[in-house]
């Protein structure tokens, strides 16, 4: 619920998140309470595929990092479009491929599964996939871009740089094989003595596939996070 709460303690709106997880959606209205907020946000739990709101129930609508996971993305945009206020804005932060992406290339295709796998999503659209699905439920696109590819190497780092393996970084070096091998072996001992759940050691190899598929997404540049 951060975004919510930083975008009605600038804006002074009132914003209703959605999550279809009840203890985020419990663990988003404490946070949300003890910073003073609780009169402007909110948290319902819901299907964004199938919204508890009534039609032309708000005057804008945002999504980061979610819609993403949609398992038919043309009707969960349709049902944002249902519930939005007509001629009011959607602002949408998607996971997508670019039109870098080769699905003939072994390389690129095997980067789009890693990150579909590790990170529990359908698949990917690319940046005019999701355009067109947008317009093919009513809205009008008004504006686009990848940020990811409008960073200023000169100054700045690439989105997936903390995703990069390295031995000389303390954060990056569980990214090493070292690093998952450390990681594997104490979570299976932590597992046995049961201070960690069962599939610990599993999630985070999975986790792990999707990182190495975001950095190799990344350097290709057949992935954006940012569209």
Not at 24 to 39: C, H, I, P, S, Y
Not at 145 to 161: F, G, H, Q, T, V
Request: with cysteine; net charge negative.
């Amino acid at each position: 619920g951060g975004p919510a709460r930083n975008i009605s303690r600038f804006s002074r709106a009132s914003v209703i998140g959605l999550n279809n997880n009840q203890y985020q959606v419990t663990r988003a209205g404490q946070l949300t309470k003890n910073e003073g907020l609780q009169d402007r946000v909110s948290f319902v739990k819901g299907d964004f595929m199938h919204q508890p709101f009534e039609d032309n129930s708000f005057d804008a609508v945002y999504q980061i990092e979610a819609t993403a996971h949609a398992p038919d993305k043309v009707k969960c945009y349709a049902e944002i479009f249902r519930v939005l206020k007509p001629g009011q804005l959607f602002a949408s932060y998607e996971w997508c491929m670019t039109e870098k992406h080769d699905p003939t290339n072994p390389k690129h295709v095997k980067a789009k599964k890693d990150i579909e796998e590790g990170n529990a999503l359908p698949d990917i659209f690319t940046t005019d996939q999701v355009v067109e699905a947008l317009e093919q439920v009513g809205f009008e696109v008004l504006e686009r871009d990848d940020l990811a590819a409008s960073y200023n190497p000169e100054i700045e780092y690439p989105w997936y740089y903390h995703l990069v393996p390295s031995y000389v970084s303390p954060y990056r070096f569980q990214f090493t094989g070292a690093g998952r091998f450390v990681a594997t072996k104490g979570l299976n001992a932590m597992e046995m003595v049961g201070l960690m759940p069962k599939g610990s050691s599993g999630v985070s190899s999975f986790l792990n596939t999707g990182a190495q598929g975001l950095v190799v997404g990344g350097q290709l540049e057949t992935f954006t996070p940012m569209f």
